[in-house]
């Protein structure tokens, strides 16, 4: 594995958050997992996106936090987006992975990434044991979807419930042996958009900061319209803004892009 190139940026800023940090880094193959991993772990970022170019359009990529493989980071994508896009051209590209495929772009307002829609969440009876578990740490939501990728996402009520959630409690929830892949706690907001936070300390992020995979669970179900609406997502770090529209079987996540400093 030779390393080609290595970039900083941090997406999804805003007046109060600085943006999620991810490092690309531009490789001449992808096929060793085991030097990929490596990388990862000596890594200045928690998430970061190992790529190869290999024609005008089509990208190959792998996504890897410093424990593993990821299979999809969205804010990653919008990074690479950021890197590889000439705003208001038509260079939309393919990026692949070994999980999946997703359509990268940059137009006037900036770089945005198109993500499969996660439908088929199932809502979860009252009496599951996951419901149990959440209210006893303290977490009042008045609806839980079980979503693909052991995703779990809970519909809060108001904004104050929302933002008290203590992530060390969500840690620290009896799973057993069912570990829950993420668990995203949301609500609508007035303007049609909706707020929300992503916790996944299972796999060794306790609370996320800036994050795009979530909307492919969210948008599907918090969102009834195509127009592009605004999401926040809360964390000690700030407040990250995203634009967000479900368009079909596909959602559309764009957001600000700079380099990291």
Known sequence: MIVQSEYQYSVFGSATFPGNPVTLFELDALDDSAAILSAAKHSRTEDNVFFSVTDAQAVMARFFSSRAELWLCGHGLLALS?????PGSTDARTVHSPFGAWRIHADEQGPGVLMPAQSGCEIVDSKHWMNGALRSSGIEHERLYQCRNDVWVAVLGDMEKLRTIEAKRVAALPCGNDTPGALIAALPLPDSGYGFRYFAPWHGKPEDSGTGSAHCYLAP???????????LQFSPGGVA????ALRGSTVAVSGRVVPHT
């Not at 179900?221 to 999401?231: I, Y």
């Not at 803004?241 to 967000?244: C, F, L, P, S």
Request: aromatic share 0%.
């Open 241 to 244: 803004e995203m634009r967000i």
């Open 82 to 86: 950021h890197h590889l896009c000439t």
């Open 221 to 231: 179900l918090l969102l009834g319209s195509r127009a592009p609406v605004r999401a």
